[in-house]
């Protein structure tokens, strides 16, 4: 059973940041890209962050660009998204997801197979 697993998620202040973790089990973590979502209530999903199953390729919505890092430790499968100066509109349940992909990055919520159950980051102001 394939299984990714958030944390790190909490509440803080603008400004200040958080570092989210997702460790992954049941799959060959070293052929899955990972991509990092959010979703407000209400709203459709958004892909944040993805690293390529390398770690050598990364890619980052505008909105985040220069604030977040998304790094991975491919020998303990585990991914990280460093955020920093975190501003209110953050505030989201945060996912991380696994898509079968040896080469390349792929932005697209759908072709992810694998789900996490998601961390809340709430940024007050």
Same mark, same amino acid.
């Given at each position: ?5 958030? &944390? =790190? /998620? ?12 997702? @460790?992954?089990?049941?799959? #060959? ?24 199953? &390398? =770690? /050598? ?12 890092? @998304?790094?991975?430790?491919? #020998? ?45 980051? #709430?940024?007050?102001?």
């Amino acid at each position: 059973e394939v299984r990714l697993v958030e &944390s =790190g /998620g909490g509440l803080v202040q603008a400004g200040e940041s958080l570092r989210l973790s997702c @460790v992954a089990s049941g799959l #060959t973590f070293t052929d899955y890209q990972i991509g990092w979502f959010r979703q407000v209530s209400g709203e459709d999903r958004e892909g944040v962050a993805f690293i390529d199953a &390398s =770690g /050598g390729n990364t890619h980052y919505v505008d909105s985040v660009k220069g604030r977040f890092a @998304v790094s991975r430790d491919n #020998t303990k499968n585990l991914v990280y998204l460093q955020m920093n100066n975190l501003k209110p509109e953050d505030t989201a349940i945060y996912y991380c997801a696994a898509y079968f992909l040896q080469q390349g990055i792929a932005t697209q919520a759908r072709l992810y197979e694998y789900w996490g159950r998601g961390t809340q980051v #709430t940024v007050s102001s």
